[in-house]
């Protein structure tokens, strides 16, 4: 193996140990060790008097790294003052590295304990603005004869708004902007702003806190004007790139991870292509990156992208495939469809839950017009049939709804072995899956996140590929089927106004026969 290859696969497979499962004080597990020995051998005084000494030293050094994380966190606590508060330019730079790094020197609790002092106390000071406020609200504005008035009069007059709107201005930014924007000019400061924002996050999971809150929504507003694409270069990552560019590649792929260094090399060779955006300011920290194949047709399964081996040669290719989110014809993107199990799931649910009410006859009447309002029978006659004939042998269920939430909600997803369960479920789950992609809306648009983001940039849904991730994620998230979008040239622009004006969604003649009636808002192509 070559040493980046060695680099990449040490700094990408070799992580800390957890901290849970590791005593903050190493010495302690000999203490103790001790202990017990001085406990099953009490003739031994000398032994358990070691013991008791050895105790002594470790709870002796557990107060001085208490006092060591105190003095830390305080150290960090003045630096970050410094940061806001400081006008020496020629010092700044040094306070601002002081600050960065003494930060990420500092434990999760303390992080939390600083980012809350952030918030709170570099807040806005609204004393200062209801007065403002009230100031502003108690001026006048020219009316009548005054408003005809010459126009070093008139402007003589709205001199008191012009001040005080500029005073409000300045009084509705909060403190702790001063550190952002000091933070984004400094070497390696806006990737730093970016690790703060992560904690931020972090924290707000577990505890939604309001101060914090309004931190994280004034940052991340920073972060959006500082990150602009028009800011972003765009990089075609390859095999000569830095092994920690590469190692972040392995890292940050979160559609389908990269299993081995082969995986990575094949990626990045013949007739596939990486692209990533970066920012000058974050070098060799790629904030976005795509993959691409470029294939003969446009793939059905993932497998062909990934384990196709060797790739065809280039000069034969006719399509340019996005698999982890064009060069010639056609552009299109084997696509996850990361929401539909989950709508899916719930679906099923609801509805057995329904049946189950009517079937036990409770509150009869009022659960017929419940009914008529809310059921609905998401399974075809032929389905249910085929599902409660395959519960016999697989899973119990009294409707074919429930034989289908059993099945799919099995741990070890045993239906994807079974040749007679894959063509029972293949119908519904094709099925509800296009009404997923095409039907299923929210405001108006695609209820799943990644149609809306192709549908809206000017793509057509083209196909629904069955099993075509059978990787765990894949199962979890859309029964392993995936959807190929179609970008074509000559629609792209009208495809993407369509779809922001109405909510049209353009797609294939032959994912249309999974959901008819067509709708509206849906518009065929052959």
């Given at each position: 193996?070559?040493?980046?290859?060695?680099?990449?696969?040490?700094?990408?497979?070799?992580?800390?140990?957890?901290?849970?499962?590791?005593?903050?004080?190493?010495?302690?597990?000999?203490?103790?060790?001790?202990?017990?020995?001085?406990?099953?051998?009490?003739?031994?005084?000398?032994?358990?008097?070691?013991?008791?000494?050895?105790?002594?030293?470790?709870?002796?050094?557990?107060?001085?790294?208490?006092?060591?994380?105190?003095?830390?966190?305080?150290?960090?606590?003045?630096?970050?003052?410094?940061?806001?508060?400081?006008?020496?330019?020629?010092?700044?730079?040094?306070?601002?590295?002081?600050?960065?790094?003494?930060?990420?020197?500092?434990?999760?609790?303390?992080?939390?304990?600083?980012?809350?002092?952030?918030?709170?106390?570099?807040?806005?000071?609204?004393?200062?603005?209801?007065?403002?406020?009230?100031?502003?609200?108690?001026?006048?504005?020219?009316?009548?004869?005054?408003?005809?008035?010459?126009?070093?009069?008139?402007?003589?007059?709205?001199?008191?708004?012009?001040?005080?709107?500029?005073?409000?201005?300045?009084?509705?930014?909060?403190?702790?902007?001063?550190?952002?924007?000091?933070?984004?000019?400094?070497?390696?400061?806006?990737?730093?702003?970016?690790?703060?924002?992560?904690?931020?996050?972090?924290?707000?999971?577990?505890?939604?806190?309001?101060?914090?809150?309004?931190?994280?929504?004034?940052?991340?507003?920073?972060?959006?004007?500082?990150?602009?694409?028009?800011?972003?270069?765009?990089?075609?990552?390859?095999?000569?790139?830095?092994?920690?560019?590469?190692?972040?590649?392995?890292?940050?792929?979160?559609?389908?991870?990269?299993?081995?260094?082969?995986?990575?090399?094949?990626?990045?060779?013949?007739?596939?292509?990486?692209?990533?955006?970066?920012?000058?300011?974050?070098?060799?920290?790629?904030?976005?990156?795509?993959?691409?194949?470029?294939?003969?047709?446009?793939?059905?399964?993932?497998?062909?992208?990934?384990?196709?081996?060797?790739?065809?040669?280039?000069?034969?290719?006719?399509?340019?495939?996005?698999?982890?989110?064009?060069?010639?014809?056609?552009?299109?993107?084997?696509?996850?469809?990361?929401?539909?199990?989950?709508?899916?799931?719930?679906?099923?649910?609801?509805?057995?839950?329904?049946?189950?009410?009517?079937?036990?006859?409770?509150?009869?009447?009022?659960?017929?017009?419940?009914?008529?309002?809310?059921?609905?029978?998401?399974?075809?006659?032929?389905?249910?049939?085929?599902?409660?004939?395959?519960?016999?042998?697989?899973?119990?269920?009294?409707?074919?709804?429930?034989v289908m939430w059993n099945l799919l909600t099995d741990a070890d997803?045993?239906?994807?072995?079974?040749?007679?369960?894959?063509?029972?479920?293949?119908?519904?789950?094709?099925?509800?899956?296009?009404?997923?992609?095409?039907?299923?809306?929210?405001?108006?648009?695609?209820?799943?996140?990644?149609?809306?983001?192709?549908?809206?940039?000017?793509?057509?849904?083209?196909?629904?590929?069955?099993?075509?991730?059978?990787?765990?994620?894949?199962?979890?998230?859309?029964?392993?089927?995936?959807?190929?979008?179609?970008?074509?040239?000559?629609?792209?622009?009208?495809?993407?106004?369509?779809?922001?004006?109405?909510?049209?969604?353009?797609?294939?003649?032959?994912?249309?026969?999974?959901?008819?009636?067509?709708?509206?808002?849906?518009?065929?192509?052959?």
């Open positions: 193996m070559n040493k980046k290859g060695l680099a990449i696969l040490m700094r990408t497979r070799m992580k800390p140990t957890n901290p849970s499962e590791r005593s903050l004080f190493p010495a302690a597990n000999e203490a103790n060790k001790l202990v017990s020995s001085s406990e099953i051998n009490q003739s031994n005084g000398s032994i358990a008097r070691l013991a008791r000494e050895e105790k002594n030293k470790i709870y002796s050094q557990k107060l001085n790294s208490s006092g060591n994380t105190y003095r830390e966190f305080k150290f960090v606590r003045e630096t970050m003052h410094s940061a806001i508060s400081m006008n020496k330019t020629e010092v700044l730079d040094d306070v601002l590295n002081n600050f960065s790094e003494g930060y990420s020197s500092l434990s999760h609790e303390n992080r939390q304990k600083l980012l809350l002092v952030l918030a709170k106390e570099y807040d806005l000071n609204r004393t200062q603005i209801r007065e403002l406020i009230k100031q502003y609200l108690g001026l006048e504005l020219p009316s009548g004869e005054k408003a005809q008035s010459s126009g070093t009069e008139e402007e003589g007059s709205l001199s008191a708004f012009y001040r005080t709107e500029r005073n409000l201005r300045h009084a509705l930014k909060p403190t702790y902007e001063v550190l952002f924007e000091r933070l984004n000019t400094h070497p390696g400061g806006l990737k730093f702003l970016s690790i703060l924002r992560a904690d931020i996050l972090c924290i707000l999971t577990e505890d939604n806190i309001a101060s914090l809150r309004a931190l994280d929504s004034y940052l991340k507003e920073k972060l959006i004007t500082w990150l602009s694409p028009a800011a972003l270069e765009l990089h075609h990552i390859t095999w000569d790139d830095s092994a920690s560019l590469l190692e972040k590649i392995v890292a940050y792929e979160a559609v389908h991870p990269i299993s081995s260094l082969t995986d990575l090399k094949r990626r990045l060779g013949v007739g596939r292509r990486c692209f990533g955006y970066l920012h000058p300011a974050i070098p060799g920290e790629p904030l976005i990156f795509i993959e691409v194949a470029l294939l003969k047709n446009v793939a059905q399964t993932i497998q062909e992208v990934l384990w196709n081996d060797p790739p065809i040669p280039e000069c034969e290719s006719t399509c340019a495939l996005f698999y982890s989110i064009s060069s010639t014809q056609t552009f299109a993107t084997l696509s996850p469809i990361p929401g539909f199990m989950q709508w899916l799931l719930s679906k099923l649910a609801s509805q057995s839950k329904l049946a189950e009410t009517e079937t036990r006859g409770m509150a009869h009447s009022s659960a017929e017009s419940f009914g008529s309002t809310f059921r609905e029978n998401i399974l075809e006659p032929e389905e249910e049939r085929a599902l409660l004939d395959s519960s016999v042998e697989f899973t119990a269920g009294a409707s074919g709804m429930e997803f045993e239906w994807i072995n079974s040749a007679r369960l894959l063509s029972v479920l293949k119908p519904p789950l094709m099925r509800l899956c296009a009404r997923y992609l095409l039907q299923e809306k929210k405001r108006g648009k695609a209820l799943d996140s990644v149609a809306n983001f192709h549908l809206q940039n000017g793509a057509m849904v083209e196909r629904l590929n069955w099993m075509a991730d059978r990787s765990e994620k894949g199962l979890l998230q859309s029964g392993g089927i995936m959807v190929n979008y179609v970008y074509r040239l000559d629609d792209i622009e009208e495809y993407a106004q369509s779809y922001f004006s109405s909510g049209h969604i353009h797609t294939s003649s032959d994912l249309c026969c999974y959901v008819e009636p067509l709708k509206e808002n849906e518009t065929t192509k052959d």
